[in-house]
């Protein structure tokens, strides 16, 4: 059965440093997410992309991060700058469109430790 | 932001009965619920869904019914099993185009009892 992976699983950085989160989406899905959750909190939404745009963001993606889908299969996260407050696992997940479905199908996870 | 709520972030249920959990929503605008699964440290595994046109949804050992007077819904499993035991998960959004964020529940942890 296809499956969203994520690498790494996990990622140990300094504050201040950039980090980037990689996805490799299910083949034939067109719409890819980032999700996070800090821990013991819920899952929050990030980003959703779309086309090779941003079609929808929360007000927790701003300007340190960015979203792009470099190839025909990865997808990525860049935090420019971490904050300790970034520390979080971060699920990437996409969708298809066949059927009209909604549903979205997560990745294992990155977890990002910032120290 | 409380749009989606799960109220008993526990449950405990006996190897075999019916494991019932609940959701409450506010936001009248959510067309489409999902429930999700998790284990530690893995991503949320989808398990069912039901759009606001219809009030119940059957897959195998999970149904989800859904209440849109009461903005409520409940997935049932049966018979419970201890590989059930996880936290449970429940995501609402709007369908229309453009809107694609999934709103999130605080979870529910379900221990099945051997």
């Known amino acids: 059965e296809p499956e969203v992976t994520q690498t790494p699983s996990h990622q140990v950085t300094q504050m201040g440093q950039e980090v980037i989160l990689r996805c490799v989406p299910i083949s034939n899905h067109l719409y890819f997410y980032w999700y996070r959750q800090i821990l013991g909190q819920k899952v929050e939404f990030l980003v959703s992309f779309y086309n090779n745009e941003i079609s929808e963001k929360s007000e927790i993606f701003d300007d340190q991060f960015s979203v792009e889908r470099p190839d025909g299969s990865n997808f990525t996260l860049k935090i420019r700058s971490t904050k300790l407050e970034d520390s979080a696992m971060y699920f990437c997940a996409s969708r298809g469109t066949s059927g009209g479905s909604d549903t979205q199908y997560f990745g294992p996870g990155t977890r990002l430790t910032v120290l | 932001d409380q749009q989606v709520k799960q109220n008993s972030p526990s449950l405990s249920v006996q190897e075999g009965r019916i494991s019932i959990l609940n959701c409450d929503y506010t936001n009248s605008m959510f067309d489409y619920f999902l429930w999700y699964k998790k284990y530690p440290a893995e991503g949320p595994t989808f398990l069912i869904s039901?759009?606001?046109?219809?009030d119940k949804n059957e897959d195998g050992r999970f149904t989800v019914f859904l209440n849109k007077s009461a903005k409520h819904l409940s997935l049932h499993i049966v018979p419970s099993q201890p590989g059930d035991s996880a936290v449970y998960f429940c995501?609402?959004?709007?369908?229309?185009?453009?809107?694609?964020?999934?709103?999130f529940g605080t979870g529910t942890r379900l221990t099945i009892i051997p």
């Open positions: 995501a609402a959004k709007k369908s229309n185009f453009g809107n694609e964020k999934l709103t």
């Open positions: 039901i759009s606001s046109i219809k």
